[in-house]
T-cell receptor, first 114, second 111 residues
């Protein structure tokens, strides 16, 4: 398995509170991604990073922010959690330019906003 | 806007049958089409991927068929086994970055 660790694995939080999810990689891959998985929607890209301090928005970025101060860490912050952000969040990594590049996914974080 | 549409949403097949999952995409700039397999409580894992310069790719019991003119691709699982029961996602991207996923198919293989 690719060296990706997501923390926490499970979290229950109250509406209106800030929440930060962490993704840590040991593969030195340049690209890191945050996806959310919801029934009927597959996985949708929230934000991604293509290098330290280089980030960009994905398809469903409203209400989320990210930061990447080191190659190995990519943080996802829900600024003020809402019930619509109850989901399973996956971090992924990839390294561009390789012949058989693929995205490796972490184990996921199940977030419940009550 | 759903750029990658996947069907069916769920599929039940007897052991030894050949489940087929279909995907259609809209963006003609896409040049990388992977399939991911996900077991409960786990993250998705790459199963097989194809680029548009070929019409078919096989890896073991898994085959991708690709129709560039129709903007469609499909996954076939030969001699399916109960251990293949999982959720399958198709995806597409340009340059293998920023994958856009289909909605997923929950596959059940009955013994």
């Amino acid at each position: 398995d690719a060296g990706i660790t997501q923390s926490p694995r499970h979290k229950v939080t109250e509406t209106g509170t800030p929440v930060t999810l962490r993704c840590h990689q040991t593969e030195n891959h340049r690209y890191m991604y945050w996806y959310r998985q919801d029934p009927g929607h597959g996985l949708r890209l929230i934000h991604y990073s293509y290098g330290v301090k280089d980030t960009d928005k994905g398809e469903v970025s409203d209400g989320y922010s990210v930061s990447r101060s080191k190659t190995e860490d990519f943080l996802l912050t829900l600024e003020s959690a809402t019930s619509s952000q109850t989901s399973v969040y996956f971090c992924a990594i990839s390294e561009p330019g390789q012949p058989n590049t693929e995205a490796f996914f972490g184990q996921g974080t199940r977030l419940t906003v009550v | 806007q759903q750029q990658v549409k996947q069907s069916p949403q769920s599929l039940i097949v007897q052991k030894g049958g050949i489940p087929i999952i279909n995907c259609a995409y809209e963006n003609t700039a896409f040049d990388y089409f992977p399939w991911y397999q996900q077991f409960p409580g786990k993250g998705p894992a790459l199963l097989i991927a194809i680029r548009p310069d070929v019409s078919e790719k096989k890896e073991g019991r898994f085959t991708i068929s690709f129709n560039k003119s129709a903007k469609q691709f499909s996954l076939h699982i030969m001699d399916s086994q109960p251990g293949d029961s999982a959720t399958y996602f198709c995806a597409a991207s340009k340059g293998a970055q920023k994958l856009v996923f289909g909605q997923g198919t929950r596959l059940t293989i009955n013994p």
